[in-house]
Structures are given as C-alpha cells and as structure tokens.
Nanobody, 125 residues
Framework: QVQLVESGGGSVQAGGSLRLSCAASGASTSRNFLAWFRQAPDKEREGVAIIYSGSDTMYYADSVEGRFTISQDNAKSTVYLQMYSLKPEDTAVYYC??????????????????WGQGTQVTVSS
C-alpha cells in the first residue's frame, strides 16, 4: 500500500508561484512512477508532470513545459511540483498519484493505483 498526502495549494495571482508537496509512504516497489494530475470543473483529469522514480526522468505536459518542475527528494519519499508563471487556466484541483507502470501511456490516469486527496490551486487574473 502507498499513502499520498498533498500540501501547498492555495490562491495566487497570475504570474505568481506555488510549490506543491506530496509525501509518499508505503512500499516503494509499488510505485515506479510518481505524477501530478489536475482536474478543473467540468474537465477531465489531465496529467501535468511525471517523474520516473528509478532514474529521475521527468515528463511534462505541453501546457506546463518550461513553467512547472517536478522533483523528488533523495529519499524518494516526497515529490514536489514547483509552479511558476501561473495562469488562470492552471486553476484546478491537483492530485498526486503513484503507480507501477510497465506498459501503456504514463499519461493515462487509469494506470495509477494510488492517489492523494487533492489540493486546490486557484489563479486569479
């Protein structure tokens, strides 16, 4: 079992920054990918940034490339999402997710077995 607890959401003006944290506990073998997804009202859940735990390889959605950075601490127990130059369209509930993925798209939220409770990010114009 893996438990994920997010923190760090909040409200910010456009152009501002926020950092989200996700504390992961439980069997590390149950998760080789850690990801941040987001879901805005009336929209599907979408992948934002993903990190492969084994090599720290990072992947980003086109909409956040160059503005968001995903990272994990040395113990690989906490994953972060640093968000810069935030835009109103970044407003959503952000979820941390973990899973063991050996095939298929890492951007498919159905690949992830474990989810945090979500944290709201609101960007005002």
């Amino acid at each position: 079992q893996v438990q994920l607890v997010e923190s760090g959401g909040g409200s910010v003006q456009a152009g501002g920054s926020l950092r989200l944290s996700c504390a992961a506990s439980g069997a590390s073998t149950s998760r080789n990918f850690l990801a941040w997804f987001r879901q805005a009202p009336d929209k599907e859940r979408e992948g934002v940034a993903i990190i492969y735990s084994g090599s720290d390889t990072m992947y980003y959605a086109d909409s956040v490339e160059g503005r968001f950075t995903i990272s994990q601490d040395n113990a690989k127990s906490t994953v972060y999402l640093q968000m810069y130059s935030l835009k109103p369209e970044d407003t959503a509930v952000y979820y941390c997710a973990a899973g063991t993925i050996n095939g298929g798209s890492i951007w498919d939220h159905r690949q992830y077995n474990y989810w945090g409770q979500g944290t709201q990010v609101t960007v005002s114009s």
